[in-house]
């Protein structure tokens, strides 16, 4: 409990002066935001800054912070670090960036501000690579809350558990549709709120049974391993699955829809830096309470190395037995706003986004509900596939998870090397993101080759990653050469 204690202090004292030392860097001013420049009801407007905090902290949230969070504390202490150092000098410099670059050049997307500092070929290959991204998102995030449902509450009319998904899948799309189309102060500006506020509700109760509790857990000191949890090695799977935790390529797709609502660049801070340290405060809680069950075996059936493999194959069940265990019924309630409405209101903005990126990219006006049709009806019809082949093929959901988790964090290493030419060009301190930069170019490009396809040794795969990051910082140090000699 030391460990969770001294990582807590550090997240907030990275919000208070890693942060402010990042604004400065960036170095917002009075200028007139798109908000307010291109107002036009639908996407852009002026919505208050606590309503824009509790979207954005939801729109990067999700359920990221808490099964992410869980299975990465089968990993031992070694999770601490990773939540507490990628979200103050990565995770909370990338949103904050991905935001404000987003105010400074019109509310652009994730795909067309990669473009302008890392080339038109790149916004290209990541405009595609961004789109199916946001397509698997919408994907998981309605399948795997039907599931929970359907496993929670069975229709009277259904007769056998696909009709019985399928029924919930129904709804759950329904209501992406809808989300998706209408103006996004109408459904999102009103229920978001509430949903944020029950996960930081669940997450402060948590922290007051933490303390209640005192459980004995594995303290940073005392070993980084958790191989009585997991055969994985840390490195690089921890840093996969650990993501919307730490740092999170979803996260650059996100902050343009807030990016489009705040009235001034000075709010930037306390949305889009807030909001991640928040998230890894939610990450930090659960990855405790996570590594209190699997240590100390308080329910039959879940102790270490059983624990950890459930924690791989049912997070939702842990997430359910804690709250219930813990925080009784109300708690239980909590716990179906939190596992079931938090990928929900993930999936809609994802969709959202997509929307919005290829309208940018075909240059279609999205005032007008008939051409929100037209981007709306073939990406809904993907969206459709994939979560037909999620429930004919059981191998489905793991397989889209997987590519979900590694294409979340390279789209996190694309953002970072741009934000990086984009502080070199205004002569600021591009050290900030260029360590991030190679650190999660190292961390996909081993994953990748280790897991994903090529499935090498860690040995080979390292060296791979290895060629990876001297070619990355190679090509760096010549980019810089020719620009600074300009």
Request: aromatic fraction near 16%; include cysteine; charge should be positive.
């Amino acid at each position: 409990m030391i460990s969770f204690l001294l990582s807590l202090v550090a997240l907030v004292l990275g919000y208070l002066l890693y942060g402010r030392f990042v604004e400065r860097v960036f170095a917002p001013d009075g200028r007139v935001t798109p908000a307010v420049a291109k107002a036009d009801g639908v996407d852009f407007m002026v919505l208050p800054s606590w309503k824009i905090f509790m979207i954005q902290f939801l729109n990067i949230a999700g359920t990221g912070p808490i099964f992410g969070a869980i299975m990465g504390a089968m990993y031992g202490p070694a999770a601490y670090l990773w939540i507490v150092f990628g979200c103050i000098f990565a995770g909370s410099v990338h949103d904050y960036f991905s935001g404000m670059l987003s105010m400074r050049h019109d509310g652009a997307n994730q795909p067309e501000i990669i473009g302008r500092y890392l080339g038109h070929t790149t916004k290209q290959v990541m405009l595609i690579f961004t789109v199916f991204l946001l397509m698997m998102v919408g994907a998981v995030f309605v399948f795997s809350p039907a599931k929970i449902l359907g496993d929670m509450w069975e229709p009277a009319f259904v007769v056998d558990n696909f009709g019985q998904y399928t029924f919930w899948i129904i709804i759950i799309f329904v209501y992406y549709i809808v989300a998706t189309m209408l103006p996004i102060d109408k459904i999102i500006g009103k229920i978001y709120p509430l949903f944020a506020f029950s996960l930081l509700f669940m997450a402060a109760a948590l922290t007051v049974m933490l303390f209640v509790k005192w459980p004995s857990i594995p303290e940073i000191w005392e070993g980084l391993s958790g191989e009585a949890l997991t055969p994985k090695n840390i490195f690089p799977s921890l840093f996969i699955t650990i993501a919307c935790g730490a740092i999170s390529g979803f996260h650059a797709t996100q902050s343009p829809l807030m990016a489009r609502c705040l009235k001034s660049e000075k709010m930037g801070r306390p949305i889009f830096y807030g909001a991640m340290i928040t998230e890894g405060i939610v990450a930090l809680i659960w990855a405790t309470v996570a590594m209190f069950f699997f240590y100390n075996d308080p329910t039959p059936g879940y102790q270490l190395i059983e624990g950890g493999q459930k924690a791989v194959k049912d997070a939702p069940s842990i997430v359910n037995l804690v709250c219930n265990d813990w925080l009784g019924v109300f708690g239980g309630i909590l716990a179906l706003l939190g596992v079931v409405a938090a990928p929900i209101t993930s999936g809609d903005t994802a969709l959202r986004s997509c929307r919005l990126i290829i309208a940018e990219f075909v240059k279609l006006e999205q005032r007008s509900i008939r051409k929100r049709l037209y981007i709306c009806l073939p990406l809904f019809a993907v969206v459709i596939a994939l979560l037909i082949w999620q429930m004919s093929d059981k191998e489905g959901f793991g397989k889209i998870w997987s590519w979900f988790g590694w294409s979340n964090q390279t789209l996190s290493v694309f953002m970072l090397w741009a934000i990086t030419v984009y502080l070199v060009r205004q002569k600021k301190p591009y050290v900030i993101t260029l360590i991030p930069a190679v650190f999660m170019t190292v961390v996909c490009t081993t994953f990748l080759f280790s897991e994903q396809v090529f499935s090498f040794d860690l040995s080979k795969a390292l060296m791979v990653a290895a060629a990876a990051c001297v070619v990355s910082i190679a090509w760096f140090c010549i980019w810089y050469r020719k620009e600074t000699t300009k």
